[in-house]
């Protein structure tokens, strides 16, 4: 292979992964001793196994091989495929585990079943071996109980013993227990419906109700066959599930349950205990305009509200919340403008701001109060790159403890001693490294340098290096943050491909490895294509105000945002202003119909996926964030909707979507499809059989690449 070859759109796909080798689901033991990850397997990627580091003597081990437990393909329920694809989960074998609070073992799911293994023995053993499908699967706080979903239920094993107890028994049909619902999983980023209590006595849980929510029949659409499936699907404006919490004891089975609300049309965004015997948990308003922490005391059976969050547009949830032993906790909150942190004492009342100014906190990574120290992730140096600070309390001090150029994710010890930190940019790939809590680089878990032995390396000398910028808002208002890639060697104009998210939540903007996604641009941009992102006003780490222009005007401001980054491109010497194409997928998608719709003077071609078309078919907790209840603002969902503006369509347009997709159903497209038709307006598809909203699997997604490669070469006359 030649150094100066272009990366192909096939060897991006093929194992080893150009990316290196790149643990992930990194875990520090509760004493600090050992790191442990997964990874794939350097003959396949995305079939995953369980490692150890221990950190006294410095060596790496597997500790389990995905293969040697479990030969052959997992069968996977439909509960379970559905679970993954919310949680975004993708490849085989070992995929999660946890640790116990004692050190001494640890529990993992394969194939349905549950694997527990004690350290200094031999082998794992199947704690739990059923035909059904056990999810959800963690040590109870003590470390004497392993606790599981099964069939709609909570059950616990106890590890002694071996004995099985179901926790609850009536979960079936509609009715589940500990499980979070659907839109809790999707747009929540709540992923469980059971607690433990710190004692082991008591599991807090929720019971949902989903036979308020309409149902779906939509069609999955295979190769070889289609099925119907009717699915619980809420959709903006429709009923959610009905959903209640109760603590259960474990020795008794009684239920006493919460009065969560006198309104039952709500979420229940988060639980956490505070105690033994003290149970938090966070309740917002069905218009997320409203959210209320909330301590209930299981002694005195009484509920006492802890502060209250309220926005004229919406509030965002987050999992930064920690209590100390005197009851005192941490809270993150926007109500300045910015995601920052506050120390409240144990009735609710603030006592000090720990972090303030125009910048936010990402999360809470460890607290040691006893010490004064907290440990966070956020954006003080820059919204483009993730660092690591120490804040000291009784000073206010806070510290960036992690290396500038570089996007950190940390996990800390629970001590807060040591962390363990991926860290990758737009040119490394993803490093893991152990430090001491004050930055100082201890070893390497995985150097994954770039030296001659790196499968990146044979495209050294064809890398392009991307420039990070910022413009300035059409109305001069606010910095946009844009990345440009641009060919090596210029040859008079050259076209250029806007990829294109746009969405709130998120950001693509980033000084941090990208994946898949940056090795296509590296292909593009040897190709001769300038390659272009900027993160629009509704994007994510920019603070509220940032945020908030979207409200009600879902695919307006973004798309002003994008023509402000089109006519930025347009100064460039080396842009044709007439060859420049938009791609983005999900809300991406959206944006890229929506930019070809309503900005059709700049942008003569479009590929659009598995894209949002009409707000009224999303779901609730996500659209009506943003858009209000289409019962009250129809018109405000009639002008975020792509069909208004379709008639304008002027280039080509190319949209594809998974004819399997449970999230933004295939419907979306079908109905766009119609609507095209209707208007006699060309267009093309390419819509792919039985796969679900991330379009996943090897083959298909180098089909897929090479299909927008080909369309923007044709389109853009890049050939």
């Given at each position: ?41 350097a ?8 490692w ?22 997992e ?96 979960g ?108 938090s ?21 009484t ?31 926007e ?19 720990l ?104 495209y ?12 300035m808002?059409?109305d ?70 940032f ?16 023509v ?16 420049i ?16 719709f ?117 389109h853009?006359d890049?050939?």
């Open positions: 292979m030649l150094a100066n070859d272009n990366i192909s759109i096939e060897r991006i796909f093929q194992s080893p992964s150009l990316s290196g080798s790149a643990p992930s689901k990194l875990k520090v033991s509760p004493d600090g001793k050992r790191v442990t990850f997964i990874k794939g397997k003959s396949d990627f995305d079939r995953y196994d369980l150890e580091y221990h950190v006294e003597s410095g060596k790496t081990r597997i500790l389990f091989d995905a293969d040697e437990l479990h030969k052959g393909d069968q996977l329920s439909d509960e379970e495929k559905a679970r993954r694809e919310r949680m975004r989960i993708y490849g085989s074998g070992i995929l999660d585990y946890a640790w116990s609070a004692q050190s001494d073992a640890l529990v993992f799911p394969l194939a349905g079943d549950v694997y527990y293994y004690k350290l200094g023995t031999s082998k794992a053993i199947k704690l739990v071996e059923t035909e059904a499908f056990e999810t959800d699967v963690r040590f109870s706080p003590k470390g004497n109980f392993v606790s599981y979903i099964r069939d709609q239920n909570v059950y616990v094993t106890e590890i002694a013993t071996g004995t099985e107890t179901a926790i609850t028994t009536e079936k049909g509609n009715i589940k227990f500990g499980m979070a619902e659907f839109v809790a999983q999707e747009e929540m980023s709540r992923m469980t419906g059971y607690w433990w209590s710190p004692d082991e006595k008591n599991i807090a849980l929720t019971k949902v109700d989903e036979s308020p929510v309409d149902i779906i029949t939509r069609s999955e659409i295979y190769a070889d066959s289609i099925k119907m499936v009717e699915q619980k699907y809420p959709k903006a404006g429709t009923p959610n599930v009905h959903i209640e919490l109760a603590i259960v004891n474990l020795k008794t089975k009684q239920k006493k349950w919460i009065p969560l609300s006198a309104n039952k049309d709500i979420y229940l965004a988060r639980a956490k205990w505070i105690n033994d015997t003290k149970l948990y966070q309740v917002q308003s069905r218009d997320q305009k409203r959210l209320h922490l909330i301590a209930y005391d299981l002694i005195s059976d509920a006492a509200v802890l502060l209250t969050e309220e926005s004229n547009t919406w509030i965002n949830l987050h999992d930064d919340l920690y209590f100390a032993d005197n009851g005192q906790f941490i809270w993150a909150s109500k300045d403008g910015y995601k920052h942190l506050y120390l409240h004492d144990a009735d609710g009342k603030q006592r000090t701001q972090t303030k100014g125009k910048w936010v906190v990402d999360t809470i990574s460890a607290v040691d109060l006893n010490r004064g120290l907290i440990f966070f992730s956020g954006r003080k140096d820059t919204p483009i790159e993730r660092h690591v600070y120490r804040l000291e309390t009784n000073n206010g001090n806070i510290k960036r403890i992690s290396e500038r150029g570089y996007y950190h994710l940390p996990t800390f010890s629970k001590d807060g001693s040591v962390y363990v930190n991926t860290s990758s940019n737009i040119n490394t790939p993803s490093q893991v490294a152990l430090y001491n809590n004050k930055g100082e680089h201890i070893t390497w878990l995985n150097e994954n340098k770039l030296d001659v032995n790196h499968p990146l390396n044979a050294s000398s064809s890398w392009v290096k991307p420039s990070f910028g910022t413009i808002t059409d001069k208002t606010t910095e946009l943050h844009y990345r440009l890639y641009a060919p090596k060697k210029r040859h008079g104009k050259h076209p250029v491909i806007v990829y294109v998210y746009g969405g709130p939540h998120a950001q693509v903007v980033t000084n941090r490895w990208a994946g898949n996604r940056g090795l296509l641009f590296q292909h593009w941009v040897n190709k001769g294509y300038v390659v272009f992102s900027i993160d629009n006003r509704g994007s994510n780490y920019r603070g509220k105000a945020e908030d222009p979207i409200y009600h005007a879902m695919g307006d401001i973004e798309v002003t945002d994008q402000a980054g089109v006519k930025f491109l347009r100064t460039l010497d080396y842009v044709d202003a007439k060859r194409g938009v791609y983005g997928h999900s809300y991406g998608g959206y944006m890229a119909l929506m930019s070809m309503k900005a059709g003077d700049y942008f003569a071609a479009g590929v659009s996926g598995a894209p949002v078309t009409d707000w009224r078919l999303y779901d609730t907790h996500y659209t009506e964030r943003y858009m209000g209840n289409p019962t009250l603002v129809d018109d405000k969902y009639t002008a975020s909707s792509v069909f208004p503006y379709a008639e304008n369509l002027k280039g080509d347009l190319l949209i594809y979507h998974g004819m399997a997709d449970d999230n933004v159903l295939f419907t979306h497209s079908t109905k766009l499809y119609k609507h095209l038709q209707d208007l006699a307006l060309p267009f093309q598809t390419m819509d792919y059989p039985g796969k679900k909203h991330s379009i996943r699997g090897k083959q298909t997604g180098i089909h897929l690449y090479n299909t927008v490669t080909n369309f923007f070469d044709l853009l890049n050939r």
